[in-house]
């Protein structure tokens, strides 16, 4: 079934973000010759999340050496995450390829009155 997702304005500036920054970081890093991004709804517990997933095939590393090191990219996408309440999570290994998941809460308004007010994902 296709439907718009009714993307709280707070999400926007943070998963745009994300979305460059990861995309960014395969262009310059992953020497990757695929990458795919997916952008769903899913239900847990009766709690609604927003995912984004980008998942490429290049040359993966070692993410924990990675953090030490101090990427602001990275850290960066984790505060745009963490200002709404939202987790980041990057999996990777050397010569795998990398996944980058950000998952948001979605904490709908009250009072919403016009969907088109605000920004949709067409799903």
């Not at 952008?39 to 953090?67: C, M, P, S, W």
């Not at 050397?94 to 994902?121: F, V």
């Amino acid at each position: 079934m296709k439907r718009d997702l009714y993307l709280p304005e707070p999400y926007v500036e943070p998963l745009l973000r994300c979305l460059k920054e990861g995309l960014t970081n395969v262009g310059r890093h992953s020497q990757a010759t695929h990458v795919e991004i997916s952008v769903q709804e899913e239900n847990h517990n009766d709690e609604r999340y927003l995912t984004l997933q980008i998942k490429d095939n290049g040359v993966g590393f070692d993410v924990k050496a990675h953090k030490a090191i101090g990427h602001y990219g990275v850290i960066g996408m984790e505060e745009q995450a963490n200002l709404i309440g939202g987790r980041l999570a990057l999996v990777s290994a050397l010569g795998i390829g990398t996944t980058l998941y950000l998952k948001l809460p979605i904490i709908e308004p009250e009072n919403r009155t016009k969907q088109n007010d605000h920004p949709t994902i067409d799903r």
